[in-house]
């Protein structure tokens, strides 16, 4: 009898023993915190500072204009289920994520919530208004230029942001978010040391761009943007604007047009034929072209395409 129950026995205890390590497993991935971003940029610095502790995803994509993006069904259903929402603040988003969220019904990511980050939050903010706005001047936005990512100084703050949203929900994982987090800004600091070698030999070279979407960019590394081929942001350009802006880049010498992968390349294609000037297609976000993944790589790419153009137009 002990010969024929053996078996069942160890096959009981086998049984037992993969119940507790698929509770076990399915324990630690629900454990993950859901993280959701507006934009990639935020998916990505998110993603470095939460480690192993959290799943991301952004709504957006990289070559989307994330002033415009569509709200999907599947948005709601993602949002309804995060522990955190990382939006850019400044009213990059006003356009479409507020539907979103009152469709969602979750109250972890409504507006103060715990689980709620404006990645803006202690970033200085370039070109905020000091006079009335009124629709005659474009998309102005009146809390200042939401594209700061562009600047990865800028991108060390908004991971101090991230780092402390998440120690606030999730305070068992501190010690890996603060890991993570002087990680980042430590490889951040050596390639922005890296990045401004390599771009010195071009400060003050004249650019001029589609949007003001480069604007953090240019000033972190000394470019002098000359005119946009917006005339105002968000209007598109007349001929008369198209006419002057060629003027004024022949007169200056401009040699780079820096446009955004979301915009038809069309005009900028004919300003280049008038002057002479290289048409970059520049990422602003991660995941804007196939070759940047990660946050470093944006600028990484971005400036490798300025520099040979820049050093081929001497």
Same mark, same amino acid.
């Given at each position: 009898?002990?010969?024929? !129950?053996?078996?069942?026995?160890?096959?009981?205890?086998?049984?037992?023993?993969?119940?507790?390590?698929?509770?076990?497993?399915?324990?630690?991935?629900?454990?993950?915190?859901?993280?959701?971003?507006? *934009?990639?940029?935020?998916?990505?610095? +998110?993603?470095?500072?939460?480690?192993?502790?959290?799943?991301?995803?952004?709504?957006?994509?990289?070559?989307?204009?994330?002033?415009?993006?569509?709200? !999907?069904?599947?948005?709601?259903?993602?949002?309804?289920? +995060?522990?955190?929402?990382?939006?850019?603040?400044?009213?990059?988003?006003?356009?479409?994520?507020?539907?979103?969220?009152?469709?969602?019904?979750?109250?972890?990511?409504?507006?103060? +919530?715990?689980?709620?980050?404006?990645?803006?939050?202690?970033?200085?903010?370039?070109?905020?208004? *000091?006079?009335?706005?009124?629709?005659?001047?474009?998309?102005?936005?009146?809390?200042?230029?939401?594209?700061?990512?562009?600047?990865?100084?800028?991108?060390?703050?908004?991971?101090?942001?991230?780092?402390?949203?998440?120690?606030?929900?999730?305070?068992?994982?501190? +010690?890996?978010?603060?890991?993570?987090?002087?990680?980042?800004?430590?490889?951040?600091?050596?390639?922005?040391?890296?990045?401004?070698?390599?771009?010195?030999?071009?400060?003050?070279?004249?650019?001029?761009?589609?949007?003001?979407?480069?604007?953090?960019?240019?000033?972190?590394?000394?470019?002098?943007?000359?005119?946009?081929?917006?005339?105002?942001?968000?209007?598109?350009?007349?001929?008369?604007?198209?006419?002057?802006?060629?003027?004024?880049?022949?007169?200056?010498?401009?040699?780079?047009?820096?446009?955004?992968?979301?915009?038809? !390349?069309?005009?900028?294609?004919?300003?280049?034929?008038?002057?002479?000037?290289?048409?970059?297609?520049?990422?602003?976000?991660?995941?804007?072209?196939?070759?940047?993944?990660?946050?470093?790589?944006?600028?990484?790419?971005?400036?490798?395409?300025?520099?040979?153009?820049?050093?081929?137009?001497?």
């Amino acid at each position: 009898m002990k010969a024929t !129950r053996t078996p069942h026995i160890w096959l009981i205890a086998v049984v037992v023993t993969l119940g507790v390590l698929t509770v076990a497993i399915g324990t630690a991935t629900a454990q993950r915190l859901r993280v959701i971003t507006s *934009t990639p940029d935020f998916a990505a610095i +998110a993603t470095e500072v939460g480690g192993d502790r959290v799943d991301v995803l952004s709504l957006a994509k990289g070559a989307q204009n994330p002033h415009f993006v569509d709200a !999907r069904p599947s948005f709601i259903v993602e949002l309804n289920k +995060a522990d955190m929402l990382i939006e850019g603040g400044l009213e990059l988003e006003v356009g479409w994520l507020p539907p979103l969220l009152l469709a969602a019904r979750n109250s972890k990511i409504q507006p103060n +919530a715990p689980g709620r980050v404006v990645a803006a939050l202690n970033v200085p903010i370039l070109e905020v208004p *000091t006079f009335r706005i009124d629709r005659s001047m474009g998309d102005v936005h009146p809390a200042g230029n939401p594209h700061f990512t562009l600047d990865p100084e800028n991108g060390k703050i908004v991971a101090e942001t991230i780092a402390d949203a998440l120690i606030r929900i999730d305070p068992q994982g501190t +010690a890996v978010y603060q890991a993570n987090l002087e990680r980042f800004k430590n490889t951040l600091d050596g390639k922005i040391q890296q990045w401004e070698a390599q771009m010195e030999p071009f400060r003050g070279a004249k650019v001029v761009s589609y949007h003001k979407s480069y604007n953090y960019f240019i000033e972190r590394f000394g470019l002098d943007l000359v005119g946009t081929v917006e005339p105002k942001p968000g209007v598109p350009p007349s001929p008369a604007h198209i006419e002057a802006l060629t003027a004024l880049m022949k007169a200056q010498g401009v040699r780079v047009v820096m446009l955004e992968p979301y915009y038809v !390349r069309a005009l900028p294609d004919v300003i280049s034929r008038e002057t002479g000037a290289q048409v970059l297609v520049l990422p602003t976000m991660v995941g804007g072209v196939p070759e940047v993944q990660t946050y470093a790589d944006l600028f990484q790419y971005n400036i490798n395409a300025l520099t040979s153009a820049l050093r081929a137009g001497q």
